[in-house]
């Protein structure tokens, strides 16, 4: 994981407005999410079972995060590299196989390391830098 330097953190927002904005830059809501935080995601390169990821981490600070209204705060954003199992999954379930639900097996590894981090590093900052300063995203007092 290499954490990215960019004026977002800190910057709050209402997610259904965040959620049009960064949709528009190919950056949508990650799957691992929970009422009172998630991520934003988007492919930066995918080169066989290594995916390197921009993921933009924000929390809850008013509301719910399954209501449009709900006012997030944006985190450090990152650099992660998901490389993904290719192998037969140890851990198979029968009722799982059955039912249709072990599509998706355990990474390889969550954070694996990063080759050309510095190309990914700037390629994520400017792809933040597109929408960081638009108004929907509100600054933190000083």
Avoid at 41 to 63: C, E, M
């Amino acid at each position: 994981m290499i954490e990215l330097k960019t004026n977002l953190p800190g910057k709050k927002s209402l997610f259904g407005d965040a959620c049009n904005i960064l949709i528009e830059h190919d950056i949508q809501m990650g799957g691992n999410w929970d009422f009172d935080r998630g991520n934003f995601d988007t492919i930066l390169n995918q080169d066989g079972s290594n995916t390197i990821y921009l993921r933009i981490p924000f929390h809850v600070v008013d509301g719910v995060l399954d209501e449009d209204s709900a006012m997030i705060e944006f985190d450090v954003p990152f650099i992660i590299n998901h490389v993904v199992n290719i192998g037969l999954d140890d851990d198979e379930s029968p009722v799982l196989a059955t039912v249709g639900l072990d599509q998706f097996q355990t990474p390889e590894d969550k954070d694996g390391p990063i080759v050309y981090d510095e190309k990914w590093v700037r390629e994520g900052e400017a792809r933040i830098a597109k929408f960081s300063d638009h108004p929907i995203f509100i600054a933190p007092l000083v």
